[in-house]
């Protein structure tokens, strides 16, 4: 009876949880180096400027 509810577990909780801080870490980043990427794109102009206010 243990190891199919330790299936069921890992089924709902383990795996869920694991996919959502995965992709919490891609997405951090993926934002990261896309700014860090236009920042230094627009370096010297106003939008950069405006961008930091």
Do not use: C, N
């Not at 383990?14 to 236009?38: D, H, N, Q, R, Y």
């Not at 010297?44 to 400027?49: F, H, M, R, S, V």
């Amino acid at each position: 009876m243990l190891g199919p509810a330790l299936i069921i577990l890992t089924l709902v909780v383990v795996i869920p949880v694991g996919f959502l801080i995965t992709m919490s870490v891609v997405a951090g980043l993926l934002g990261w180096t896309l700014k860090t990427e236009v920042d230094d794109t627009f370096e010297g102009t106003e939008d950069l400027t405006v961008s930091r206010l």
